[in-house]
């Protein structure tokens, strides 16, 4: 389970607004976090209007999941906008990813037909720039 849900559903909110457009399919997805997460509908359409500030993520492992949701999220529309890279990079910079990860791994989407990239695969990516 999600240790703050709401500051997660708050990066992916600012994420989609990013290239000042929120698709359908960015809206779903969302809401089908905060299902998940059982964070009501009222709450999350709040957090629409006033996202929470970024909190800081201590462990790799929560560093990598919130990274990979922000990319899940950013892909849901099928477009990437130039806007919503530099977003990404910069959520990245603050949870000390560096910008080249976020290259490799939206690279390595394209592999994947469902662009969703394996956890081991995931984690190959990470531990050569990190280790």
Request: glycine share 4%; aromatic share 4%.
């Given at each position: ?10 990066d992916l909110i600012k ?6 457009k929120?698709?359908?399919s960015?809206?779903?997805?969302i809401?089908k976090?905060a ?9 999350l359409a ?8 970024s909190?800081p993520?201590y ?8 990274f ?7 892909r849901a529309?099928q477009?990437?906008?130039k806007?919503e ?5 910069n959520f ?8 080249i ?9 394209e592999d994947?037909?469902s ?5 081991e695969e995931?984690?190959?990516?990470f531990?050569?720039y990190y280790n």
């Open positions: 389970m999600e240790k703050d849900p709401k500051s997660l559903l708050s994420m989609v607004k990013a290239d000042g929120i698709a359908d960015e809206i779903a997805l809401q976090l299902q998940r997460m059982e964070v009501p509908s009222d709450e709040e957090l629409f209007k006033n996202p929470r500030p909190k993520l462990s790799e492992v929560d560093r990598i999941t919130h990979y949701k922000l990319i899940l999220i950013m529309d477009e990437t906008q806007a890279l530099a977003a990404l990079k990245g910079l603050k949870m000390g990813i560096r910008p990860v976020s290259d490799q791994i939206l690279k390595k989407m994947y037909k662009g969703i990239v394996p956890a995931l984690l190959k990516i531990k050569i």
